[in-house]
């Protein structure tokens, strides 16, 4: 067994972080605080081939593994959760389902451009009344004949969508019809941004992450063409649990950034902080609080890397993906806490960052199934019963 990130893996870290540091890093705050939308270096992580990490090389990505993505996640987050946040939900939930099912002439018209960096994805499976509860699904798929051959028309709307109003290409699910067992049958569209009939709703103000864009999708009658079904008709559901297993894996790599995040700025401050004439750091319950930050960030790091590590080895990585997301997302809202509490007063200004950390790592608990629904996970896959 070998714990050692090989040197492809640091050199990316590195590469990263570096950049992160010196490229972005001064410019977080302006665009959070006017909830603007880093549209300059989203173009810019594109063109490194940052947006398309995982995604071989002939679908238009930089062909390297889950554990590359991670790690590049992870170092984004920890400078700039809205940043780390956009390239995950481009990369696993609008890459993902293309690269899963697409077919060779999908990947090139839609794939391609995406994992290149030219396009930026989204996905839209959440509803105002269906979240985790994929088969309360509303949006109707109904298939028609139109001037120039057959289409499906998509009627509904999609909310908490990450990257509406900025992505290109959308991969959206919808009611086809009903199974012979009478539950819904969802099926996966490709929705460009131009179709008629699809339009951007409300865009959301949000606690954190405000620089990132999370909206409503609307159709009204909106036409894509039959090729545009994105697998099988009436897979969009078993499609959708795959890729939730994935995209888990680079949420606990946000969340392990944000917590990463707020212990690099508290132990400094320990040190340098004075209270009775000696450091912060000095007294056990502000020591003890930076231990067990320290100890649980680097646990959950772990338990995401092996996760991906499963997922590039072609193994059954469901459970550990589930795991590492629960423990990581709660480990990133304790550690962010923790770091507005050793900062005392001055944590909760935002003349220090740690209150931006606490806000943006509360989504890691709520994105791609909330810590209870990883929980019921867990618990089906350990017990192999129907745990309601």
Sequence with gaps: MDLDLSPEHRLLR?????FMQTEVAPIVDEHERERRFPVDIVRRLGEMGWLGIPIPEDEGGAGLDTLAYAIAIEEIGRVWGSLGLIVAAHTSLGCGP??????PEQKERY???????RVLGGYGLTESGAGSDAGGTRTTATREDGPDGPVWRLDGGK???TNAGQAGTYIVTARTGTTDKGEAEISAFIVPAD?????????EEKMGLHASATGELIFQAASVPADNMLGAQGEGFRMFLRILDGGRVS??????GLAQAALDASIPYARQREQFGRPIGSFQGVAFMLADMSTEIEAARQMVWRAAWLKDQGRDYGLAAAQAKLFASEVSSRATNNGIQIHGGYGYVEEYKVERFLRDAKLTEIGEGTSQVQRLVIARKILGLRVV
């Excluded at 179709?195 to 865009?203: C, E, Q």
């Design 14 to 18: 590195d590469t990263v972080r570096d």
């Design 98 to 103: 293309i690269h899963l099912s697409g077919t």
């Design 111 to 117: 794939l391609v451009p995406m994992a290149s960096g």
């Design 159 to 161: 909310r908490f969508i």
């Design 195 to 203: 179709t008629p009939g699809f339009s951007v709703g409300r865009l």
């Design 251 to 256: 949420i606990g790599a946000l969340a392990v």
